[in-house]
């Protein structure tokens, strides 16, 4: 069993830059493909980032390619996300999640455990 509680969101302004972190609970996290999703109101839950267990792959949605950045720190059982150059249109609830498999997936349905979310809103 993973729990995932995510933090660091918060209002900011177009251009700028946050970083969420998701810290996990389990003796296992380091085996743990992880992955970032978003929802905004009134549409589906969407792939957003993903890394494997090791650190060496990482995956990104077209639409973050460039400006964010996914991370992950096993000793500390912590997957970041480092978002900079932020837009309006990237406002939402940012979720993290975990799959046992280790390798990273842009599937949400692999994903077995999910955090609570975190809000980022970027104002214009």
């Known amino acids: 069993q993973v729990q995932l509680v995510e933090s660091g969101g918060g209002l900011v302004q177009a251009g700028g830059s946050l970083r969420l972190s998701c810290a996990a609970s389990g003796r296992t996290f380091s085996s743990y493909a992880l992955g970032w999703f978003r929802q905004a109101p009134g549409k589906e839950r969407e792939f957003v980032a993903a890394i494997n267990w090791s650190g060496t792959t990482t995956y990104y949605a077209d639409s973050v390619k460039g400006r964010f950045t996914i991370s992950r720190d096993n000793a500390k059982n912590t997957v970041y996300l480092q978002m900079n150059v932020l837009k309006p249109e990237d406002t939402a609830v940012y979720y993290c999640?975990?799959?046992?498999?280790?390798?990273?997936?842009?599937?949400?349905?692999?994903?077995?455990?999910w955090g609570q979310g975190t809000q980022v809103t970027v104002s214009s």
């Open positions: 999640a975990a799959d046992s498999l280790g390798i990273a997936t842009i599937h949400r349905q692999r994903y077995t455990y």
